[in-house]
Protein backbone atom coordinates (compact mmCIF):
# COMPACT_ATOMS: atom_id res chain seq x y z
CA UNK A 1 0.00 0.00 0.00
CA UNK A 2 1.35 3.66 -0.87
CA UNK A 3 0.71 6.75 1.09
CA UNK A 4 -2.02 8.92 -1.22
CA UNK A 5 -0.19 12.53 -0.29
CA UNK A 6 3.32 11.35 -0.59
CA UNK A 7 3.36 8.30 -2.05
CA UNK A 8 6.10 6.40 0.02
CA UNK A 9 5.16 2.63 0.31
CA UNK A 10 3.64 1.40 3.98
CA UNK A 11 2.27 -1.18 5.64
CA UNK A 12 -1.00 -2.58 5.64
CA UNK A 13 -1.49 -2.16 9.11
CA UNK A 14 -0.51 1.44 9.02
CA UNK A 15 -3.18 3.93 10.10
CA UNK A 16 -1.05 7.02 9.37
CA UNK A 17 2.03 7.77 6.58
CA UNK A 18 5.29 7.68 9.16
CA UNK A 19 6.66 10.38 6.62
CA UNK A 20 3.75 13.21 5.83
CA UNK A 21 1.50 11.75 8.72
CA UNK A 22 -1.77 11.63 5.85
CA UNK A 23 -4.28 9.00 7.41
CA UNK A 24 -4.05 5.88 5.77
CA UNK A 25 -7.83 4.93 6.25
CA UNK A 26 -7.44 1.45 7.28
CA UNK A 27 -8.68 2.08 10.74
CA UNK A 28 -12.48 2.98 9.41
CA UNK A 29 -12.72 0.43 6.53
CA UNK A 30 -11.86 -2.67 9.25
CA UNK A 31 -14.36 -1.13 11.41
CA UNK A 32 -16.82 -0.68 9.04
CA UNK A 33 -17.30 -4.52 8.25
CA UNK A 34 -18.97 -7.14 10.89
CA UNK A 35 -19.21 -10.47 10.67
CA UNK A 36 -22.74 -12.22 11.71
CA UNK A 37 -21.90 -14.29 15.11
CA UNK A 38 -20.36 -17.10 14.55
CA UNK A 39 -19.27 -16.41 10.91
CA UNK A 40 -16.69 -15.20 8.92
CA UNK A 41 -16.55 -12.59 6.57
CA UNK A 42 -14.68 -11.82 3.62
CA UNK A 43 -14.97 -8.68 1.72
CA UNK A 44 -13.52 -8.39 -1.88
CA UNK A 45 -13.12 -4.75 -3.08
CA UNK A 46 -12.10 -3.57 -6.72
CA UNK A 47 -10.99 -0.40 -7.55
CA UNK A 48 -8.85 -0.44 -10.91
CA UNK A 49 -7.31 2.90 -12.30
CA UNK A 50 -6.54 0.36 -15.71
CA UNK A 51 -8.20 -2.85 -17.22
CA UNK A 52 -11.64 -1.62 -15.53
CA UNK A 53 -13.45 -3.36 -18.07
CA UNK A 54 -12.16 -6.72 -17.93
CA UNK A 55 -14.21 -9.39 -16.05
CA UNK A 56 -12.47 -10.58 -12.91
CA UNK A 57 -13.80 -14.09 -12.26
CA UNK A 58 -13.34 -14.67 -8.49
CA UNK A 59 -14.06 -18.20 -6.70
CA UNK A 60 -13.70 -18.45 -3.06
CA UNK A 61 -13.26 -21.92 -1.71
CA UNK A 62 -13.27 -23.58 -5.26
CA UNK A 63 -16.60 -21.92 -5.83
CA UNK A 64 -17.53 -19.47 -8.12
CA UNK A 65 -19.09 -16.37 -6.63
CA UNK A 66 -19.79 -14.55 -9.97
CA UNK A 67 -17.70 -11.49 -11.32
CA UNK A 68 -16.01 -8.68 -9.16
CA UNK A 69 -16.69 -5.71 -11.23
CA UNK A 70 -14.30 -1.87 -10.59
CA UNK A 71 -15.29 0.26 -8.26
CA UNK A 72 -17.58 -2.64 -6.21
CA UNK A 73 -17.20 -5.72 -3.79
CA UNK A 74 -18.54 -8.65 -3.13
CA UNK A 75 -18.86 -9.90 0.80
CA UNK A 76 -19.22 -13.63 1.70
CA UNK A 77 -20.01 -15.13 4.33
CA UNK A 78 -17.81 -18.34 5.56
CA UNK A 79 -17.01 -20.50 8.59
CA UNK A 80 -14.32 -19.65 10.78
CA UNK A 81 -10.94 -22.11 9.53
CA UNK A 82 -8.76 -21.52 6.28
CA UNK A 83 -9.50 -20.43 2.93
CA UNK A 84 -8.82 -19.55 -0.43
CA UNK A 85 -9.82 -16.84 -3.28
CA UNK A 86 -8.64 -17.02 -6.50
CA UNK A 87 -9.13 -14.81 -9.34
CA UNK A 88 -8.56 -14.55 -13.02
CA UNK A 89 -9.29 -12.78 -16.50
CA UNK A 90 -9.40 -13.91 -19.45
CA UNK A 91 -6.26 -14.45 -21.36
CA UNK A 92 -4.43 -14.06 -17.87
CA UNK A 93 -3.26 -16.90 -15.56
CA UNK A 94 -5.30 -17.86 -12.41
CA UNK A 95 -4.03 -16.50 -8.94
CA UNK A 96 -5.27 -17.81 -5.18
CA UNK A 97 -4.54 -16.34 -1.50
CA UNK A 98 -4.75 -18.82 1.48
CA UNK A 99 -5.86 -17.02 4.75
CA UNK A 100 -7.65 -17.98 7.98
CA UNK A 101 -10.18 -16.35 9.99
CA UNK A 102 -10.85 -17.56 13.52
CA UNK A 103 -13.24 -16.05 16.17
CA UNK A 104 -10.69 -13.09 17.06
CA UNK A 105 -10.17 -12.74 13.48
CA UNK A 106 -13.34 -12.98 12.04
CA UNK A 107 -12.79 -10.27 9.11
CA UNK A 108 -10.81 -9.89 6.12
CA UNK A 109 -10.53 -7.42 3.57
CA UNK A 110 -9.02 -7.71 -0.33
CA UNK A 111 -7.97 -5.50 -2.88
CA UNK A 112 -8.20 -7.58 -6.14
CA UNK A 113 -6.19 -5.31 -8.83
CA UNK A 114 -4.97 -6.25 -12.19
CA UNK A 115 -1.25 -6.49 -12.33
CA UNK A 116 -0.31 -6.17 -16.58
CA UNK A 117 2.39 -7.58 -18.30
CA UNK A 118 3.95 -5.64 -20.82
CA UNK A 119 4.26 -8.04 -24.09
CA UNK A 120 0.44 -8.48 -25.10
CA UNK A 121 -1.08 -6.16 -22.57
CA UNK A 122 -2.31 -9.65 -20.78
CA UNK A 123 -3.35 -9.14 -17.36
CA UNK A 124 -3.09 -11.55 -14.23
CA UNK A 125 -5.16 -10.90 -10.84
CA UNK A 126 -3.01 -9.68 -8.07
CA UNK A 127 -4.63 -9.86 -4.22
CA UNK A 128 -3.61 -7.52 -1.48
CA UNK A 129 -4.83 -8.10 2.28
CA UNK A 130 -6.00 -4.58 3.74
CA UNK A 131 -6.65 -5.36 7.43
Same mark, same amino acid.
Given at each position: ?????? @???????????????????????????????????????????? @???????????????? =??????????? =????????? @???? @??????????????????????????? =??????????????
Amino acid at each position: MFCSNC @GIELEKSDEFCYNCGTATGMTSIAKKYIAPPGKGLIVLKRDCAY @GFAAKMHIEVDYNDIG =VLKNKKEIQYI =VSYGKHIVA @GKIA @GGKKNSLNFELTKDNNVIIIDCYLDFK =VVGLRGDVKFEILN
